[in-house]
């Protein structure tokens, strides 16, 4: 039984990360501030550490383990959240990066995955970006995630093997509905439900290119798996492009409801369009994603309902 690290497990991403290692018969241990993600939503098993990654005190804690690989998932997810305390922002996402490198060093931990992002990208409406790209954020929270980055890289002089997945649209079963400033789809079918009226934030032009969180969690997992020397990077995506309006119409459509549409204002940070180009993640990582965004939202709306039940 290998002892594994899944930081951020009381949140959407994490938690399902972490369920998936511990049904393969791992240990797994997470730190989660529970700022987010709720404490219910850790997997039952699952060794919790209450306290903030980019804490010293916190992580210091977690020296007497031996961990085989670490999947650092938590930290501040938002773009629009990161321009309320652009400090909070680069710590929570940076600082906690440079303290697990440095935790994975005294604990002899090789691998480490890391929960990149597209906002890294900026806005990119021409074709699907691949990896090499130039960087250009919109946004604090895509900032501290470059930091990280580079922080993995650097840290290849002293043995650790990364891969920084760069997560596209993350959505599915297990997404905080409560929270009305992250996430889209969660967004979007949460104001549905309860109001039978969606407000827009934007222009219902733009487009995102969403993928399934089993995808995702496959990702984390093959990423381990076959776990590349040095530093890499990864698109975690489907490189199809959905326009918001047509997101809208899917969620509506599944509802079977009189759902009002209203659009108004913008969202500081927000990208017009991206979708990601998957070459390297298949050749890399031998992944493919497996459900389409009408399979993933049907799925999501059945969890959603049954939810409310």
């Known amino acids: ?3 594994i690290l899944v930081t951020g497990a009381a949140g959407f991403i994490g938690a399902a990360v972490a369920k ?10 997470t730190i989660d501030n529970l700022s987010t993600g709720f404490k219910h939503s850790i997997p ?48 929570t996402n940076a600082q906690s990066t440079l303290l697990l490198l440095k935790l994975a060093i ?14 890294v990208y900026g806005d990119k409406p021409d074709a699907p970006v691949h990896e090499d790209t130039t960087l250009a954020t919109k946004s604090f929270y895509g900032v501290g995630k470059i930091a990280s980055e580079h922080y993995l890289r650097i840290y290849t002089q002293f043995g650790i093997n990364s891969t ?14 409560i929270n009305l400033r992250q996430g889209m789809v969660s967004i979007f079918i949460a104001q549905a439900i309860e109001n039978e009226h969606i407000f827009v934030k934007g222009s ?16 984390f997992h093959v990423a381990y798996s076959k776990q590349q020397s040095g530093f890499n990077v990864c698109n975690i995506s489907t490189g199809i492009k959905t326009h918001v309006w047509e997101l809208i119409n899917i969620i509506i459509n599944n509802l079977n409801k009189n759902i009002s549409v209203e659009y108004s204002g913008f969202t ?27 399979d993933g939202l049907e799925k999501m709306i059945k969890w959603a309902l049954n939810r409310k039940r």
């Not at 998957?278 to 994603?289: E, F, G, S």
């Open 204 to 219: 219902k032009d733009r487009y995102r290119d969403f993928i399934y969180i089993d995808d995702v969690v496959n990702s």
């Open 164 to 177: 920084a997945l760069r997560l596209f649209n993350v959505y599915g079963p297990g997404q905080n509905m």
């Open 268 to 294: 500081p940070g927000d990208q017009i369009g991206i979708t990601g180009n998957i070459d390297r993640a298949k050749m890399l990582l031998n992944w493919m994603p497996e459900i389409s965004i009408n």
């Open 106 to 119: 005294k604990t002899g931990c090789k691998n480490v995955i890391y929960a990149s992002t597209m906002s």
């Open 44 to 91: 039952e098993g699952v060794e919790f550490y209450q306290g903030d990654c980019q804490d010293k005190n916190v992580v210091e804690q977690l020296e007497k383990f031996s961990f085989e690989a670490i999947f650092h998932i938590a930290g501040q997810s938002s773009g629009e959240i990161s321009f309320d305390d652009p400090v909070y922002d680069l710590q």
């Open 20 to 29: 998936r290692f511990l049904d393969e018969g791992h240990k797994v241990v």
């Open 1 to 3: 039984m290998k002892t």
